[in-house]
C-alpha cells in the first residue's frame, strides 16, 4: 500500500509540474485543512467528534473592482458505525455540502450542493484507508441587467436607457448539471499525538457541458492532491502542521503549502474531562506565483474560528495593491453517541 501512495503522489506531482498555468478554475480557499470534506469526499466523517458544523466567508478582489468576489460555504459530515466515538474499526461518513460563489457586475453566480459519502477500512492500529464518492448538484447563472455595452457609451458616461444590441439577453443565462467526483484518504498515526494524512481526488468526473451561451464549454476535470501531518514536539505544549494542497483542472494549476503552529493553553482534565482545552494556531502558507498566506485559530473544545489573510504577491498586485483575499471560518464538533459522565461535550 505505500508503494501504492507514494507512486500516487510522484506521479501527481509531475502532473503538476507539466501543466501551465491559465485562468478559469474552482474555488480554492487559503484555509483549505479547516475541512477537508471540500475538498476530497474520502474525508467524510473523519473529523475528531462524530459530527462536524461549519462555514467559511471569503471576500477577494477588494481594490481591484467595486464588485468584490466572494464566497460563502456550509456543510455538514458525520461519522457513522462508530459508537464509541474511537474511530478504532471500519465506519462510514457521509455530508451535505453547499457553496455560493459570485463575482463581478454580471453577478455571475456558482452554486453547488454535493453530497459525499465514504467508507473508511481499519489498515493498522490507529491507521485507516477511505474510499469516497461524491453525487452533486451544479448551476451557473448571469444577471446581464447591471452589464453596459461599447454602444452605450455617450462620451462621459454609459446610458444603459440605450439598445445595446446585443442578443445577450436572449441566450440562456442559467445552467444545471449533474457533477460526480471521487477519492481516496490515508490517515496514519505516526506515535501519540502525531499523524500523518494523504488524499487524492478527482472532480467534475462527467465533465458535463457548462455553457452560458451557445458555446460548447465544458468543466475542466480537476485532480487535487493534499496532505497534512499533525507532529507533536517533546515536553512542549506545541505542534507542528505542515500542509500542502495542489490541484490541476485542465489547463490550470495551483499549489500550496506552509506549516502552522498549534499552541496548547489550556489542556484538558485527564480524569473528569470537566475542563474544556483551548488552542490557538497560528499559520504561513505560500500559493505559488500567487499570494503569502497568514491564518489564526482559536479552538475551544469543540468550537472553533478561523481567519486568513491573502498578501497578492502576483503581477495583479499592481492593481491590487498587495490585497488578495480575506476568510473567515466557524466549525462546531461534537459527539452524539457513546456519551459518558466525563465526556466533556455534555456539559
Known sequence: MRKILKLSVTLALCFFASVGAN????KHFSMFNASQVYLNPATAGFSQQQLQLFTNFRSQWLTVTQEPYRTITASVDWRMLDPDATKEKN???AGVNFYNDRAGVSQFTTNVITFPISYSLQVGESDHLSFGLQPAFYQRTINGENLTWDNQWTGT???????NNELLLNQNLNISRFDMAAGVYWSKKIKENSRINVGLAGHHLTKQRVNILNDDSKLWRKMTLHAEGDFQTSNSNVQIKPA??????????????????RFAFKPQSQHTGYFN?????????LRVNDAIIAT???EMHTLAFGASYDLNVSRLNIASKGVGAMEFFIRYRLNYEGRTLADPTIH
Do not use: I
Open 277 to 285: 482545552n483551548m488552542h490557538f494556531t497560528l499559520g504561513s502558507y
Open 296 to 298: 489564526a485559530q482559536l
Open 23 to 26: 485562468a478559469q478554475m474552482d
Open 91 to 93: 465506519f462510514m461518513g
Open 244 to 261: 500542502l494542497l495542489g490541484f490541476v483542472q485542465g489547463p490550470n494549476k495551483a499549489l500550496t503549502f506552509g506549516t502552522a503552529f
Open 157 to 163: 458616461e454609459f446610458n444603459q436607457g440605450l439598445d
